[in-house]
């Protein structure tokens, strides 16, 4: 009996784990800073942080390869200093989802923020609270909610990126062949029940993700109306 190989499975939830994790701490940091600043130097920042959302994958993949590819300015520098490369390694898998993924936290992340009373960091600036403090304790507890969905966001997301990986990282069998780049080589090659197998696991996993985060939001509008 054919066995079929799951690794894509695990690689594509241990890239889409470990890039919402990224994506999250800079998508925030971001949002956070970008929402700090002048309007017009909010509105070219935005624009810069949303591009790779409206670019087509491959484009950004392309960019990407030149950035970080083996010949590349960064991909030198990280190769001469760290030791390591983003081409074609499970690392450059991690870093195009993550650059695909962010601008769906860091919208959701300004949107969150914005929605914030700035009554709340205002009465926290009278009682002598720093700017780090209010965001801790005053704004990342009230965003919360809109924080997390963009975290779902970009977790679905990571899990379905294909063009800029395929374009830095490659489709190398138990290396950076993520679900979509299986579902790709399998129906290319002919083997459509595999094919199959592979795209039920990615909807399957697409529709966990959206039933999580449909569900926290249910339960989020109940305890304010509660």
Same mark, same amino acid.
């Given at each position: 009996m054919y066995a079929l190989d799951w690794s894509p499975l695990w690689l594509s939830l241990k890239t889409a784990v470990c890039t919402t994790l990224i994506v999250f701490l800079l998508g925030l940091a971001a949002a956070?800073?970008?929402?700090?600043?002048?309007?017009?130097?909010?509105?070219?920042?935005?624009?810069?942080?949303?591009?790779?959302l409206v670019l087509p994958p491959t484009v950004t993949g392309f960019f990407l390869l030149w950035l970080f590819g083996t010949n590349g300015p960064l991909g030198?520098?990280?190769?001469?200093?760290?030791?390591?490369?983003?081409?074609?390694?499970?690392?450059?898998?991690?870093?195009?989802a993550a650059v695909i993924a962010f601008p769906l936290l860091y919208r959701s992340a300004r949107a969150a923020l914005e929605q914030v009373d700035p009554d709340l960091a205002a009465a926290a600036r009278t009682l002598g609270m720093g700017e780090a403090a209010i965001f801790r304790k005053v704004l990342l507890p009230n965003a919360l909610g809109g924080l997390i969905a963009g975290a779902v966001l970009a977790f679905a997301r990571s899990l379905g990126e294909f063009g800029a990986t395929v374009m830095l990282a490659?489709?190398?069998?138990?290396?950076? /062949?993520?679900?979509?780049? $299986?579902? +790709?080589?399998? *129906? %290319? &090659?002919? /083997?459509?029940?595999?094919? $199959?197998? +592979?795209?039920? *696991? %990615? &909807?399957?996993?697409?529709?966990?993700?959206?039933?999580?985060?449909?569900?926290?939001?249910?339960?989020?509008?109940?305890?304010r109306e509660g």
């Open positions: 956070w800073q970008t929402g700090r600043l002048p309007a017009r130097r909010q509105l070219f920042w935005d624009s810069i942080f949303t591009l790779p030198r520098l990280c190769r001469e200093l760290l030791g390591f490369s983003f081409a074609f390694t499970w690392a450059g898998t991690v870093l195009a490659g489709n190398i069998a138990g290396l950076t /062949r993520t679900l979509p780049l $299986a579902i +790709y080589s399998s *129906a %290319a &090659a002919g /083997r459509w029940q595999e094919a $199959a197998l +592979y795209a039920g *696991a %990615a &909807a399957l996993l697409g529709l966990a993700a959206v039933f999580f985060l449909n569900l926290f939001l249910y339960r989020s509008s109940k305890k």
